[in-house]
């Protein structure tokens, strides 16, 4: 296990498209809100996920997991926390926490690998060797 301890925060205002009736955040907007959270930890890092697509990757969601522990609102600011660890040689492991002025309301986590013309891989987009060198 490799972790990175670079730890990158990303602030979301929730809109109202994401709330149900009573205002409430909708379950199935987190996941969209972690892969926000990814995309920003790469980019805080100086790597780009356009960029690892360029080199030939994807990466896809292995699994997804998200514990609800206090509803978040319209018109609130949530800040996603988002961490990153290898786990073995293929797989990554973003672990997300989301915060209402310093409340915790969600954590969560989300297990990646790379593949590359389709099939698991081993090596590492460059963007990536950034963040976790061989």
């Not at 040689?89 to 990554?92: D, P, Q, R, S």
């Given at each position: 296990m490799q972790t990175n301890n670079h730890i990158h925060t990303t602030r979301i205002e929730v809109r109202y498209a994401e709330t149900d009736q009573m205002g409430v955040v909708h379950h199935a907007v987190y996941p969209v809100w972690f892969e926000?959270?990814?995309t920003d930890y790469f980019r805080s890092l100086g790597a780009s996920y356009l960029e690892i697509?360029?080199?030939g990757f994807v990466s896809p969601v292995?699994?997804?997991e998200v514990q609800y522990k206090r509803p978040t609102h319209y018109g609130e600011f949530v800040d996603i926390e988002t961490t990153l660890t290898r786990k073995g040689?293929?797989?990554?492991v973003f672990d997300y926490k989301v915060f209402v002025e310093g409340t915790l309301c969600s954590t969560g986590s989300s297990v990646h690998c790379f593949l590359k013309n389709g099939q698991p891989t081993r090596e590492l987009p460059q963007q990536v060797k950034k963040i976790f060198p061989e």
């Open positions: 926000l959270a990814r697509e360029k080199e292995l699994k997804l040689a293929l797989h990554f």
